[in-house]
Protein backbone atom coordinates (compact mmCIF):
# COMPACT_ATOMS: atom_id res chain seq x y z
CA UNK A 1 0.00 0.00 0.00
CA UNK A 2 0.89 3.49 -0.81
CA UNK A 3 1.74 5.88 1.71
CA UNK A 4 0.21 8.96 0.94
CA UNK A 5 3.15 12.15 0.51
CA UNK A 6 3.19 14.60 2.92
CA UNK A 7 1.60 17.53 2.14
CA UNK A 8 3.36 21.13 2.25
CA UNK A 9 2.54 23.76 4.28
CA UNK A 10 0.16 25.90 1.74
CA UNK A 11 0.30 23.44 -0.98
CA UNK A 12 -3.44 23.19 -2.72
CA UNK A 13 -5.28 20.08 -4.79
CA UNK A 14 -6.08 20.44 -7.31
CA UNK A 15 -9.85 19.88 -6.03
CA UNK A 16 -9.10 22.93 -4.49
CA UNK A 17 -7.52 24.92 -7.35
CA UNK A 18 -10.78 24.21 -9.20
CA UNK A 19 -13.01 25.32 -6.49
CA UNK A 20 -10.94 28.43 -6.29
CA UNK A 21 -10.54 29.10 -9.88
CA UNK A 22 -14.51 28.50 -10.55
CA UNK A 23 -14.56 31.26 -7.66
CA UNK A 24 -12.67 33.58 -9.06
CA UNK A 25 -14.85 33.45 -12.18
CA UNK A 26 -18.23 33.98 -10.51
CA UNK A 27 -16.10 36.86 -8.99
CA UNK A 28 -14.94 38.12 -12.32
CA UNK A 29 -18.89 37.65 -13.50
CA UNK A 30 -20.43 39.47 -10.03
CA UNK A 31 -18.04 42.35 -10.91
CA UNK A 32 -18.63 42.44 -14.66
CA UNK A 33 -20.21 46.21 -15.01
CA UNK A 34 -23.53 46.83 -16.77
CA UNK A 35 -22.39 48.85 -19.70
CA UNK A 36 -25.37 50.42 -21.61
CA UNK A 37 -26.20 53.06 -24.00
CA UNK A 38 -26.05 56.84 -22.36
CA UNK A 39 -29.51 58.19 -21.84
CA UNK A 40 -30.51 60.32 -25.26
CA UNK A 41 -31.29 63.38 -23.41
CA UNK A 42 -31.07 64.82 -19.60
CA UNK A 43 -35.04 65.98 -18.18
CA UNK A 44 -35.04 70.11 -16.85
CA UNK A 45 -33.56 69.96 -13.27
CA UNK A 46 -35.67 70.53 -10.73
CA UNK A 47 -36.71 73.27 -8.99
CA UNK A 48 -38.02 75.47 -6.26
CA UNK A 49 -41.40 76.14 -6.95
CA UNK A 50 -43.44 79.38 -7.38
CA UNK A 51 -45.82 80.27 -5.27
CA UNK A 52 -47.94 82.94 -6.71
CA UNK A 53 -49.57 86.28 -4.55
CA UNK A 54 -52.44 87.96 -4.27
CA UNK A 55 -51.28 90.59 -6.57
CA UNK A 56 -50.14 88.46 -9.22
CA UNK A 57 -52.18 89.26 -12.43
CA UNK A 58 -56.01 87.75 -12.90
CA UNK A 59 -57.48 85.40 -10.66
CA UNK A 60 -59.94 82.75 -12.01
CA UNK A 61 -62.42 81.34 -9.85
CA UNK A 62 -62.37 78.06 -11.76
CA UNK A 63 -60.35 75.80 -13.38
CA UNK A 64 -61.29 73.13 -15.77
CA UNK A 65 -58.18 70.86 -17.22
CA UNK A 66 -59.87 68.59 -19.92
CA UNK A 67 -57.21 65.59 -20.94
CA UNK A 68 -57.76 63.70 -23.94
CA UNK A 69 -56.01 60.80 -24.13
CA UNK A 70 -53.63 59.82 -27.59
CA UNK A 71 -54.76 63.51 -29.74
CA UNK A 72 -51.45 64.42 -30.72
CA UNK A 73 -50.09 67.36 -31.96
CA UNK A 74 -49.80 67.00 -35.40
CA UNK A 75 -53.36 65.64 -35.37
CA UNK A 76 -54.79 68.89 -33.82
CA UNK A 77 -52.74 70.89 -36.35
CA UNK A 78 -53.75 68.56 -39.33
CA UNK A 79 -57.47 68.67 -38.63
CA UNK A 80 -58.12 71.61 -36.57
CA UNK A 81 -60.96 72.67 -38.95
CA UNK A 82 -62.47 69.68 -37.89
CA UNK A 83 -62.52 70.51 -34.13
CA UNK A 84 -64.55 74.11 -34.33
CA UNK A 85 -64.23 74.51 -30.39
CA UNK A 86 -61.12 73.33 -29.90
CA UNK A 87 -60.04 75.93 -32.76
CA UNK A 88 -61.89 79.03 -31.09
CA UNK A 89 -60.50 78.03 -27.73
CA UNK A 90 -56.64 78.21 -29.70
CA UNK A 91 -57.56 81.74 -31.35
CA UNK A 92 -58.90 83.05 -27.72
CA UNK A 93 -55.65 81.71 -25.47
CA UNK A 94 -53.02 79.77 -26.86
CA UNK A 95 -51.87 76.61 -28.91
CA UNK A 96 -48.73 74.62 -28.57
CA UNK A 97 -47.10 71.32 -28.68
CA UNK A 98 -46.37 69.31 -25.57
CA UNK A 99 -43.65 66.91 -24.18
CA UNK A 100 -44.95 63.82 -22.69
CA UNK A 101 -43.07 61.91 -19.89
CA UNK A 102 -40.94 59.04 -20.17
CA UNK A 103 -42.51 56.04 -20.87
CA UNK A 104 -44.96 57.87 -22.69
CA UNK A 105 -47.92 56.17 -20.75
CA UNK A 106 -51.28 57.30 -19.60
CA UNK A 107 -50.55 56.69 -16.10
CA UNK A 108 -47.36 58.22 -15.93
CA UNK A 109 -48.12 61.25 -17.51
CA UNK A 110 -51.88 61.93 -15.75
CA UNK A 111 -50.02 62.06 -12.64
CA UNK A 112 -47.14 64.18 -13.83
CA UNK A 113 -50.24 67.09 -15.34
CA UNK A 114 -51.50 67.14 -11.55
CA UNK A 115 -48.33 66.98 -9.70
CA UNK A 116 -45.52 68.53 -12.13
CA UNK A 117 -43.65 65.98 -11.57
CA UNK A 118 -41.71 63.25 -13.72
CA UNK A 119 -41.92 59.67 -12.63
CA UNK A 120 -39.15 60.26 -10.77
CA UNK A 121 -40.44 62.20 -8.13
CA UNK A 122 -44.55 61.05 -8.21
CA UNK A 123 -43.62 57.02 -8.52
CA UNK A 124 -46.01 55.73 -10.54
CA UNK A 125 -43.82 54.70 -13.50
CA UNK A 126 -46.36 53.50 -16.16
CA UNK A 127 -49.16 51.45 -16.66
CA UNK A 128 -47.66 48.51 -14.73
CA UNK A 129 -44.40 47.68 -13.01
CA UNK A 130 -42.98 44.82 -10.24
CA UNK A 131 -41.63 46.08 -6.79
CA UNK A 132 -38.66 44.00 -5.13
CA UNK A 133 -40.43 41.82 -2.77
CA UNK A 134 -43.90 42.01 -4.41
CA UNK A 135 -46.36 41.10 -6.58
CA UNK A 136 -47.17 42.51 -9.83
CA UNK A 137 -48.52 45.83 -9.72
CA UNK A 138 -51.16 47.09 -11.67
CA UNK A 139 -52.20 50.72 -10.68
CA UNK A 140 -55.50 50.73 -12.39
CA UNK A 141 -56.42 47.64 -10.61
CA UNK A 142 -54.50 48.78 -7.00
CA UNK A 143 -56.70 50.84 -4.26
CA UNK A 144 -53.69 52.42 -2.77
CA UNK A 145 -52.48 54.45 -5.74
CA UNK A 146 -53.67 57.92 -4.45
CA UNK A 147 -51.78 56.72 -1.15
CA UNK A 148 -48.52 55.44 -3.35
CA UNK A 149 -48.53 59.21 -4.58
CA UNK A 150 -49.34 61.16 -2.06
CA UNK A 151 -46.71 59.22 0.16
CA UNK A 152 -44.14 60.73 -2.41
CA UNK A 153 -45.09 64.09 -3.62
CA UNK A 154 -48.22 66.83 -3.42
CA UNK A 155 -50.64 67.35 -6.03
CA UNK A 156 -53.17 69.76 -7.01
CA UNK A 157 -55.75 68.06 -5.58
CA UNK A 158 -54.06 68.27 -2.20
CA UNK A 159 -53.33 71.93 -2.81
CA UNK A 160 -57.04 72.58 -3.57
CA UNK A 161 -58.33 71.06 -0.23
CA UNK A 162 -55.83 72.83 1.84
CA UNK A 163 -57.30 76.01 0.70
CA UNK A 164 -60.62 75.06 0.74
CA UNK A 165 -61.62 74.54 -2.80
CA UNK A 166 -63.94 71.90 -4.11
CA UNK A 167 -62.43 69.49 -6.94
CA UNK A 168 -63.57 66.77 -9.07
CA UNK A 169 -61.94 64.25 -11.16
CA UNK A 170 -63.59 62.26 -13.76
CA UNK A 171 -62.20 59.19 -14.80
CA UNK A 172 -58.79 60.61 -14.14
CA UNK A 173 -55.83 58.24 -13.64
CA UNK A 174 -54.22 57.26 -9.77
CA UNK A 175 -56.87 58.52 -7.71
CA UNK A 176 -58.39 55.68 -6.11
CA UNK A 177 -58.73 56.08 -2.20
CA UNK A 178 -58.07 59.96 -1.89
CA UNK A 179 -60.78 61.35 0.74
CA UNK A 180 -59.98 64.85 -0.17
CA UNK A 181 -60.96 65.10 -4.00
CA UNK A 182 -65.25 65.39 -3.54
CA UNK A 183 -66.24 64.22 -6.82
CA UNK A 184 -64.00 61.44 -7.74
CA UNK A 185 -64.29 58.96 -10.69
CA UNK A 186 -60.89 57.04 -10.83
CA UNK A 187 -60.24 55.00 -13.93
CA UNK A 188 -59.89 51.68 -13.83
CA UNK A 189 -59.31 50.15 -16.73
CA UNK A 190 -59.89 46.42 -16.88
CA UNK A 191 -61.88 45.67 -13.79
CA UNK A 192 -65.83 46.59 -14.16
CA UNK A 193 -66.53 46.06 -10.45
CA UNK A 194 -64.07 48.83 -9.49
CA UNK A 195 -66.37 51.83 -11.11
CA UNK A 196 -68.48 51.94 -8.74
CA UNK A 197 -66.65 50.45 -5.68
CA UNK A 198 -64.60 53.36 -5.72
CA UNK A 199 -66.37 56.03 -6.86
CA UNK A 200 -66.71 58.86 -4.09
CA UNK A 201 -69.89 58.51 -2.32
CA UNK A 202 -71.10 62.54 -3.47
CA UNK A 203 -70.52 61.42 -6.97
CA UNK A 204 -72.56 58.04 -6.43
CA UNK A 205 -75.48 60.67 -5.43
CA UNK A 206 -75.27 62.72 -8.36
CA UNK A 207 -74.83 59.55 -10.95
CA UNK A 208 -78.41 58.25 -9.05
CA UNK A 209 -79.55 61.57 -9.61
CA UNK A 210 -78.92 61.65 -13.36
CA UNK A 211 -80.31 58.01 -13.55
CA UNK A 212 -83.86 58.45 -11.80
CA UNK A 213 -84.63 60.95 -14.14
CA UNK A 214 -86.90 58.59 -16.26
CA UNK A 215 -88.55 57.24 -12.88
CA UNK A 216 -87.27 53.42 -13.34
CA UNK A 217 -84.95 53.38 -10.25
CA UNK A 218 -87.52 51.88 -7.80
CA UNK A 219 -88.09 48.96 -10.18
CA UNK A 220 -84.08 48.09 -10.75
CA UNK A 221 -82.21 45.23 -8.80
CA UNK A 222 -79.62 46.41 -6.25
CA UNK A 223 -76.67 45.79 -8.25
CA UNK A 224 -77.82 47.04 -11.32
CA UNK A 225 -76.14 50.79 -11.27
CA UNK A 226 -72.84 49.28 -10.26
CA UNK A 227 -72.90 46.77 -13.25
CA UNK A 228 -74.13 49.21 -15.92
CA UNK A 229 -71.39 51.74 -14.54
CA UNK A 230 -68.68 49.01 -14.73
CA UNK A 231 -69.47 47.71 -18.23
CA UNK A 232 -69.71 51.41 -19.60
CA UNK A 233 -66.13 52.47 -18.02
CA UNK A 234 -64.46 49.43 -19.09
CA UNK A 235 -65.42 49.18 -22.39
CA UNK A 236 -62.99 52.72 -23.03
CA UNK A 237 -65.06 54.09 -25.72
CA UNK A 238 -67.27 56.51 -26.91
CA UNK A 239 -70.17 55.17 -24.53
CA UNK A 240 -67.41 55.84 -21.63
CA UNK A 241 -66.63 59.50 -22.65
CA UNK A 242 -70.41 59.88 -23.26
CA UNK A 243 -70.94 59.26 -19.51
CA UNK A 244 -68.01 60.87 -18.54
CA UNK A 245 -69.15 64.19 -20.13
CA UNK A 246 -72.18 63.85 -18.64
CA UNK A 247 -70.85 63.90 -15.40
CA UNK A 248 -69.36 66.96 -16.16
CA UNK A 249 -72.41 68.94 -17.34
CA UNK A 250 -74.05 67.32 -14.14
CA UNK A 251 -71.65 68.85 -12.09
CA UNK A 252 -71.70 72.25 -13.57
CA UNK A 253 -75.37 72.86 -15.21
CA UNK A 254 -78.27 74.54 -13.37
CA UNK A 255 -80.48 71.70 -11.85
CA UNK A 256 -83.99 72.00 -12.43
CA UNK A 257 -86.64 72.30 -9.92
CA UNK A 258 -89.92 71.54 -9.80
CA UNK A 259 -91.29 74.97 -10.83
CA UNK A 260 -88.93 74.66 -13.64
CA UNK A 261 -86.59 77.53 -12.94
CA UNK A 262 -82.52 76.58 -12.91
CA UNK A 263 -80.52 76.84 -9.31
CA UNK A 264 -77.25 77.41 -10.06
CA UNK A 265 -75.04 74.46 -8.30
CA UNK A 266 -71.83 74.43 -6.39
CA UNK A 267 -69.77 74.26 -9.43
CA UNK A 268 -66.29 72.72 -8.54
CA UNK A 269 -63.45 75.00 -8.14
CA UNK A 270 -61.35 72.57 -9.92
CA UNK A 271 -62.55 69.95 -12.12
CA UNK A 272 -60.64 67.67 -14.22
CA UNK A 273 -62.04 65.28 -16.84
CA UNK A 274 -60.32 62.53 -18.99
CA UNK A 275 -61.75 61.55 -22.17
CA UNK A 276 -60.04 58.57 -23.77
CA UNK A 277 -61.45 56.95 -26.71
CA UNK A 278 -58.98 58.37 -29.23
CA UNK A 279 -56.82 56.09 -27.51
CA UNK A 280 -58.72 53.16 -28.19
CA UNK A 281 -59.30 53.61 -31.46
CA UNK A 282 -55.72 54.30 -32.58
CA UNK A 283 -54.73 51.62 -31.06
CA UNK A 284 -57.16 49.08 -32.70
CA UNK A 285 -57.32 50.72 -36.18
CA UNK A 286 -53.64 52.55 -36.45
CA UNK A 287 -52.86 56.00 -37.65
CA UNK A 288 -54.24 56.51 -40.44
CA UNK A 289 -55.64 60.21 -41.23
CA UNK A 290 -59.25 59.31 -40.87
CA UNK A 291 -59.27 57.53 -37.78
CA UNK A 292 -57.44 60.39 -36.32
CA UNK A 293 -59.57 62.68 -37.43
CA UNK A 294 -62.94 61.17 -36.49
CA UNK A 295 -61.61 60.69 -33.44
CA UNK A 296 -60.94 64.31 -32.88
CA UNK A 297 -64.53 65.13 -34.08
CA UNK A 298 -66.31 63.11 -31.66
CA UNK A 299 -64.19 64.69 -29.16
CA UNK A 300 -64.65 67.87 -29.92
CA UNK A 301 -68.52 67.60 -29.90
CA UNK A 302 -68.23 66.84 -26.40
CA UNK A 303 -66.08 69.51 -25.44
CA UNK A 304 -68.33 71.70 -26.59
CA UNK A 305 -71.44 70.40 -23.93
CA UNK A 306 -69.04 71.28 -21.53
CA UNK A 307 -68.34 74.64 -22.45
CA UNK A 308 -71.90 75.57 -22.72
CA UNK A 309 -72.35 74.05 -19.47
CA UNK A 310 -70.19 76.46 -17.74
CA UNK A 311 -71.66 79.69 -20.25
CA UNK A 312 -75.10 78.15 -18.98
CA UNK A 313 -73.88 77.97 -15.02
CA UNK A 314 -72.79 81.75 -15.53
CA UNK A 315 -69.23 80.82 -14.32
CA UNK A 316 -67.73 80.85 -17.90
CA UNK A 317 -65.88 84.43 -17.04
CA UNK A 318 -64.36 83.42 -14.44
CA UNK A 319 -62.66 80.10 -15.85
CA UNK A 320 -59.41 79.23 -17.11
CA UNK A 321 -60.01 76.02 -19.62
CA UNK A 322 -56.89 73.67 -20.07
CA UNK A 323 -57.23 70.89 -22.95
CA UNK A 324 -53.63 68.83 -22.75
CA UNK A 325 -52.84 65.44 -23.75
CA UNK A 326 -51.25 62.80 -22.77
CA UNK A 327 -49.08 61.99 -25.74
CA UNK A 328 -49.47 60.98 -29.54
CA UNK A 329 -49.15 58.01 -31.64
CA UNK A 330 -47.18 56.12 -33.99
CA UNK A 331 -47.85 53.17 -36.39
CA UNK A 332 -46.18 49.53 -35.63
CA UNK A 333 -45.42 47.45 -38.44
CA UNK A 334 -42.92 44.98 -36.20
CA UNK A 335 -43.45 43.24 -33.25
CA UNK A 336 -39.78 41.47 -31.23
CA UNK A 337 -40.77 38.39 -28.59
CA UNK A 338 -38.77 39.70 -25.93
CA UNK A 339 -40.20 37.26 -23.56
CA UNK A 340 -39.36 34.70 -25.74
CA UNK A 341 -35.73 35.49 -26.55
CA UNK A 342 -34.55 35.41 -22.48
CA UNK A 343 -36.49 31.84 -22.72
CA UNK A 344 -34.56 30.71 -25.52
CA UNK A 345 -30.92 32.25 -24.38
CA UNK A 346 -31.74 30.62 -20.47
CA UNK A 347 -31.66 33.89 -18.67
CA UNK A 348 -34.85 32.75 -17.12
CA UNK A 349 -39.28 32.78 -17.23
CA UNK A 350 -39.29 35.36 -19.50
CA UNK A 351 -42.88 36.16 -18.57
CA UNK A 352 -43.33 37.36 -14.56
CA UNK A 353 -45.57 35.43 -12.72
CA UNK A 354 -48.31 37.10 -10.29
CA UNK A 355 -46.10 36.02 -7.35
CA UNK A 356 -43.12 37.43 -8.56
CA UNK A 357 -39.81 36.77 -10.00
CA UNK A 358 -37.91 33.60 -8.80
CA UNK A 359 -34.34 33.70 -7.51
CA UNK A 360 -32.18 34.18 -10.37
CA UNK A 361 -34.60 35.06 -12.64
CA UNK A 362 -35.06 37.56 -15.52
CA UNK A 363 -38.09 38.73 -16.55
CA UNK A 364 -40.04 41.72 -18.24
CA UNK A 365 -42.96 43.75 -18.14
CA UNK A 366 -44.01 45.78 -21.21
CA UNK A 367 -44.95 49.72 -20.93
CA UNK A 368 -45.79 50.35 -24.44
CA UNK A 369 -42.19 50.96 -26.25
CA UNK A 370 -40.23 50.23 -23.44
CA UNK A 371 -39.75 46.90 -21.76
CA UNK A 372 -39.27 46.76 -18.12
CA UNK A 373 -36.56 44.19 -17.41
CA UNK A 374 -36.49 43.00 -13.49
CA UNK A 375 -33.62 40.18 -12.09
CA UNK A 376 -33.45 38.73 -9.29
CA UNK A 377 -30.24 37.26 -6.91
CA UNK A 378 -28.15 35.65 -9.61
CA UNK A 379 -30.14 36.74 -12.70
CA UNK A 380 -28.53 40.30 -11.66
CA UNK A 381 -25.47 38.90 -13.20
CA UNK A 382 -26.74 38.00 -16.51
CA UNK A 383 -27.55 41.12 -17.38
CA UNK A 384 -24.17 42.45 -19.01
CA UNK A 385 -24.35 38.94 -21.19
CA UNK A 386 -27.93 40.50 -21.79
CA UNK A 387 -27.30 43.89 -23.27
CA UNK A 388 -24.67 42.26 -25.88
CA UNK A 389 -26.48 39.51 -27.06
CA UNK A 390 -29.55 42.92 -27.61
CA UNK A 391 -27.30 44.41 -29.18
CA UNK A 392 -26.76 41.39 -32.25
CA UNK A 393 -27.83 40.91 -35.44
CA UNK A 394 -31.11 39.41 -34.62
CA UNK A 395 -32.82 42.80 -32.33
CA UNK A 396 -30.76 45.36 -34.18
CA UNK A 397 -33.74 46.26 -36.76
CA UNK A 398 -36.22 46.88 -33.13
CA UNK A 399 -33.82 47.53 -30.56
CA UNK A 400 -33.56 51.46 -30.24
CA UNK A 401 -31.45 51.34 -26.81
CA UNK A 402 -30.77 49.94 -23.73
CA UNK A 403 -30.69 51.91 -20.67
CA UNK A 404 -28.68 51.42 -17.31
CA UNK A 405 -30.00 52.85 -13.83
CA UNK A 406 -27.20 55.20 -14.16
CA UNK A 407 -28.93 56.80 -16.60
CA UNK A 408 -32.44 56.54 -15.65
CA UNK A 409 -32.27 59.94 -13.64
CA UNK A 410 -31.84 61.79 -16.99
CA UNK A 411 -34.93 60.32 -18.61
CA UNK A 412 -36.74 61.06 -15.76
CA UNK A 413 -37.48 57.98 -13.75
CA UNK A 414 -36.33 57.05 -10.18
CA UNK A 415 -33.45 54.69 -9.51
CA UNK A 416 -33.55 51.30 -7.81
CA UNK A 417 -32.92 51.85 -3.59
CA UNK A 418 -29.43 51.35 -2.57
CA UNK A 419 -31.25 49.61 0.78
CA UNK A 420 -33.87 46.78 -0.61
CA UNK A 421 -35.22 46.05 2.77
CA UNK A 422 -35.86 50.27 3.75
CA UNK A 423 -39.72 50.66 3.88
CA UNK A 424 -39.63 53.67 2.07
CA UNK A 425 -37.55 54.88 -0.87
CA UNK A 426 -35.99 58.78 -0.53
CA UNK A 427 -36.72 60.81 -3.80
CA UNK A 428 -35.62 59.68 -6.80
CA UNK A 429 -35.41 56.14 -5.87
CA UNK A 430 -38.12 53.53 -5.85
CA UNK A 431 -39.00 49.87 -5.46
CA UNK A 432 -40.64 49.43 -8.67
CA UNK A 433 -37.16 50.79 -11.13
CA UNK A 434 -36.35 47.77 -12.98
CA UNK A 435 -32.49 46.79 -13.51
CA UNK A 436 -32.38 47.70 -17.53
CA UNK A 437 -34.37 49.45 -20.29
CA UNK A 438 -35.05 48.01 -23.14
CA UNK A 439 -36.85 50.42 -25.77
CA UNK A 440 -37.81 49.63 -28.99
CA UNK A 441 -37.72 51.81 -32.44
CA UNK A 442 -41.06 53.77 -33.25
CA UNK A 443 -42.07 51.02 -35.88
CA UNK A 444 -41.57 48.55 -33.10
CA UNK A 445 -43.71 46.93 -30.36
CA UNK A 446 -43.28 44.39 -27.83
CA UNK A 447 -45.34 40.64 -29.14
CA UNK A 448 -45.68 37.62 -28.07
CA UNK A 449 -46.31 33.94 -29.86
CA UNK A 450 -43.72 34.71 -32.44
CA UNK A 451 -42.95 31.03 -34.36
CA UNK A 452 -39.41 29.56 -32.87
CA UNK A 453 -36.64 31.79 -34.06
CA UNK A 454 -38.62 34.47 -35.96
CA UNK A 455 -38.67 36.58 -32.61
CA UNK A 456 -38.86 39.58 -35.10
CA UNK A 457 -41.76 39.76 -37.22
CA UNK A 458 -44.25 41.76 -39.37
CA UNK A 459 -47.00 42.46 -36.40
CA UNK A 460 -50.13 41.75 -38.29
CA UNK A 461 -51.71 42.18 -41.70
CA UNK A 462 -53.03 45.31 -40.87
CA UNK A 463 -50.65 47.99 -38.80
CA UNK A 464 -51.62 49.06 -34.88
CA UNK A 465 -50.98 52.69 -33.57
CA UNK A 466 -49.04 52.55 -30.06
CA UNK A 467 -46.90 54.67 -27.96
CA UNK A 468 -44.40 54.67 -24.93
CA UNK A 469 -41.32 55.41 -27.03
CA UNK A 470 -39.07 59.18 -26.57
CA UNK A 471 -41.75 61.83 -25.33
CA UNK A 472 -39.08 64.33 -27.89
CA UNK A 473 -40.32 61.74 -30.92
CA UNK A 474 -42.35 64.16 -32.65
CA UNK A 475 -45.52 62.31 -33.73
CA UNK A 476 -45.67 61.60 -29.62
CA UNK A 477 -46.17 65.24 -29.05
CA UNK A 478 -49.19 65.96 -27.36
CA UNK A 479 -51.99 69.01 -28.02
CA UNK A 480 -51.62 71.70 -25.01
CA UNK A 481 -54.33 74.83 -25.43
CA UNK A 482 -55.40 76.89 -22.78
CA UNK A 483 -57.76 79.82 -23.03
CA UNK A 484 -60.12 82.20 -20.44
CA UNK A 485 -59.65 83.74 -16.84
CA UNK A 486 -56.40 84.83 -16.87
CA UNK A 487 -54.64 83.56 -19.91
CA UNK A 488 -53.96 85.98 -23.04
CA UNK A 489 -54.26 85.81 -26.48
CA UNK A 490 -51.36 84.53 -28.44
CA UNK A 491 -51.53 85.53 -32.37
CA UNK A 492 -49.26 82.42 -32.73
CA UNK A 493 -47.70 79.20 -32.23
CA UNK A 494 -46.24 78.81 -28.87
CA UNK A 495 -42.94 76.81 -28.28
CA UNK A 496 -43.43 73.53 -27.10
CA UNK A 497 -43.50 72.82 -23.34
CA UNK A 498 -44.15 69.68 -20.71
CA UNK A 499 -47.13 68.18 -19.54
CA UNK A 500 -45.37 68.28 -16.16
CA UNK A 501 -45.85 72.44 -16.71
CA UNK A 502 -49.82 72.27 -16.40
CA UNK A 503 -49.78 71.64 -12.39
CA UNK A 504 -47.81 74.69 -12.15
CA UNK A 505 -49.19 77.05 -14.18
CA UNK A 506 -52.86 75.79 -12.55
CA UNK A 507 -51.08 76.07 -9.27
CA UNK A 508 -50.06 79.78 -9.86
CA UNK A 509 -53.33 81.16 -11.33
CA UNK A 510 -55.75 79.72 -8.30
CA UNK A 511 -53.03 81.02 -5.47
CA UNK A 512 -52.06 77.27 -4.38
CA UNK A 513 -49.01 77.01 -1.94
CA UNK A 514 -46.44 73.82 -2.87
CA UNK A 515 -44.87 72.13 0.54
CA UNK A 516 -41.53 73.73 1.74
CA UNK A 517 -40.30 69.91 2.01
CA UNK A 518 -40.75 66.54 0.66
CA UNK A 519 -43.24 64.20 2.42
CA UNK A 520 -42.35 62.49 5.43
CA UNK A 521 -38.15 64.54 4.87
CA UNK A 522 -36.40 67.49 5.51
CA UNK A 523 -35.05 68.09 1.87
CA UNK A 524 -36.94 70.89 0.13
CA UNK A 525 -39.42 70.75 -1.86
CA UNK A 526 -38.70 70.62 -5.76
CA UNK A 527 -40.69 70.67 -8.61
CA UNK A 528 -39.68 69.40 -12.38
CA UNK A 529 -42.60 71.99 -14.16
CA UNK A 530 -42.18 75.17 -14.38
CA UNK A 531 -44.81 78.43 -14.73
CA UNK A 532 -46.28 78.70 -18.01
CA UNK A 533 -45.69 82.84 -17.50
CA UNK A 534 -45.73 83.28 -21.56
CA UNK A 535 -49.17 82.91 -21.42
CA UNK A 536 -50.72 84.76 -18.47
CA UNK A 537 -52.46 87.85 -18.83
CA UNK A 538 -50.63 89.71 -16.22
CA UNK A 539 -47.24 88.53 -15.21
CA UNK A 540 -45.59 90.43 -11.74
CA UNK A 541 -44.42 93.62 -13.14
CA UNK A 542 -46.59 94.09 -16.18
CA UNK A 543 -50.07 96.32 -16.77
CA UNK A 544 -53.03 94.85 -16.44
CA UNK A 545 -54.56 93.90 -20.49
CA UNK A 546 -57.83 94.28 -21.38
CA UNK A 547 -60.06 91.12 -21.35
CA UNK A 548 -60.42 89.04 -24.31
CA UNK A 549 -63.77 87.60 -26.07
CA UNK A 550 -63.39 84.09 -25.26
CA UNK A 551 -65.24 81.21 -27.45
CA UNK A 552 -68.57 81.23 -25.00
CA UNK A 553 -68.92 85.07 -24.88
Known sequence: MLEPMPRRRGARTPALLASLALSALSAAAQAEPLVADRAPYTVRAPAAPENSVASDGVRPEHVLVIALDGVSWNVFRRERSSAPHLSALARAGFARPAESVFPSMTWSAHVSMVTGQHPRHHGILGNRWLERGAKLVYPYLAAPADEWRRARTPSLFELAAAKGLATAALNWPATQGSKLIPYNLPET???????????????????????????????????????LLGRIAKSEGVETDLFVRDLTVELVAPR???????????????????????????????????????????????????????????????????????????????????????????????????????????????????????????????????????????????????????????????????????????????????DLLVLLRPHCIFGEGHPRGQLVRPHKAWRIGYHGFLPREPRLLSVFIGAGAGIKRQRRTLPRCGVVDLAPTVGHLLGLTWPARWPGGEDAFQLDGRVLRDVLSHPPGEPRSAPRRTPAD
Request: proline content about 9%; overall charge positive; some cysteine.
Open 189 to 227: MESARLTYELMSPALRAVVERMYARDGRKKDLPKDYLPT
Open 256 to 434: RTGGGRGVAPKVPRLLFTHLLSPDTWLHQYGTPAWVERWGLELIDGMIGHILRAYRRAGVWKKTAVFVVADHGFVEISHAFDLKQFLVDEGFGPGRIPPSGLPKGGVGVLFNGHTGYVYARGSGRDKLPKLVRLLRGSTTRGCVHGLYAPAEYRRLGLPVPPADESAEAAPPGAHPGAP
